[in-house]
């Protein structure tokens, strides 16, 4: 099934907020299988939410899962929008009508409550509805002509409740093969050099995407498969993942992040700076923190430039030493992630290379 998301809400658009909700329906679409391909945010405009819905059946789409717009307020119009998208008449139900009352009567403490609570009673004609126990909006489903609409509340708290605990259970019924993922997480190779050594294998996979993430500090093959079950998947993805895993042998890591990677073997240090430049009050490279005789020093300088700043760290450790550079355009406080990914980077292939000469 393809399924595409409309948030609807100006205050998202204006930054007053986070979207969350699109997140958390992704991941429960993927697990359901279904295919995202769209994600749109739109402003409280009835013209722009009916064209977003039209744009979104015509590429395709064989469910459109709304979030937004289901209050009692003027402008919350989702739900009569949507219905009359689809040619379906709204109408009043009791029953919908009393859970308005008593919900709204609870909460305010008083049998006298405002009539336009009651616009939250109105559904289209055959609209499966989504109870929400958390709010006063109940979510619902509505279908046409092969087009299915879901409106869920905006709220964060009410949308994850009302998609946990009704629409995922009316959904079930429509699953598909769940897409399985996996994740390869490498240091000290660059996104283009990964590409370079993994050209071949993205371009003949077709059953498997495989895709690449760059961070400030790692790199990330991730590769994607749908199937029945997790032994499907992994017979599906077992020879592509043993080739990358082979081509990028000398830069695999078990952890997630170097920084997990770096803490776990990184020895007593202490850091002397030679200027002003700090690092951040919240860096951390390890778990001790001492100025012994055995533990590592970094010793911390800047240099201008004329397009910024370079930071020069050198490494004493052992009789060994080890000098590495930073460049960060304009300001380096104004570039403390990638200053810190660098360091922690180097720090790491300098302790490897360490216990390799050991070995």
């Known amino acids: 099934m393809k399924v595409e998301i409309i948030n609807v809400g100006t205050e998202l658009l204006l930054g007053e907020i986070v979207n969350t909700n699109a997140a958390e329906i992704q991941k429960a679409c993927r697990e359901l ?5 769209y994600q749109t945010v739109v402003g409280d405009n009835p013209d722009r939410f009916k064209e977003c819905l039209e744009t979104a059946f015509l590429r395709g789409a064989d469910m459109v899962i709304t979030t937004g717009g289901l209050g009692p307020t003027a402008d919350d119009l989702t739900k009569e929008l949507s219905a009359e998208y689809l040619g379906l008449d709204m109408e009043f139900r009791e029953e919908e009508a009393k859970k308005v009352f008593d919900k709204c009567s ?35 489903v ?81 590769l994607a498969v749908k199937a029945k079950s997790q032994i499907e998947a992994d017979h599906c993805v077992d020879v592509a993942k043993h080739i990358i895993e082979e081509r990028l042998k000398d830069y695999i890591v078990e952890e997630s992040s170097l ?90 292939r300098f302790l490897k290379k360490k216990k390799r000469s050991k070995d």
Request: aromatic share 12%; hydrophobic share 35%; proline share 4%.
């Open 33 to 37: 299988g279904f295919s995202i391909f």
């Open 106 to 140: 609870f909460l305010m403490g008083s049998d006298q409550i405002p009539e336009t609570n009651y616009k939250q009673a109105y559904y289209p004609k055959g609209a499966y509805i989504l109870e929400n126990d958390v709010g006063t909006a109940n979510g619902c």
């Open 142 to 222: 509505m279908s046409r002509d092969q087009k299915r609409i879901v409106n869920l509340p905006g709220p964060p708290k009410e949308m994850r409740y009302v998609l946990n605990h009704a629409l995922l259970p009316y959904l079930e019924r429509y699953r598909e093969d769940k897409i399985y993922t996996y994740n390869i997480n490498t240091m000290m190779i660059g996104e283009s050099d990964m590409a370079q050594k993994l050209n071949d294998i993205v371009e003949e996979q077709k059953e498997v995407s495989i895709a690449l993430y760059a961070s400030e500090d790692h790199c990330r093959v991730r």
């Open 259 to 348: 920084n997990e990677a770096l803490f776990a073997i990184m020895p007593p240090y202490y850091i002397e700076y030679k200027d002003d430049f700090r690092l951040s009050e919240t860096f951390r490279l390890g778990k001790s923190y001492s100025e012994s005789k055995e533990a590592m020093k970094l010793e911390i300088g800047k240099r201008k430039h004329s397009l910024g700043e370079i930071i020069r760290v050198v490494i004493y450790y052992g009789d060994e030493t080890e000098t590495f550079e930073v460049a960060a355009l304009k300001e380096a406080t104004l570039s403390y992630a990638r200053i810190e990914s660098r360091i922690v980077a180097n720090i790491y």
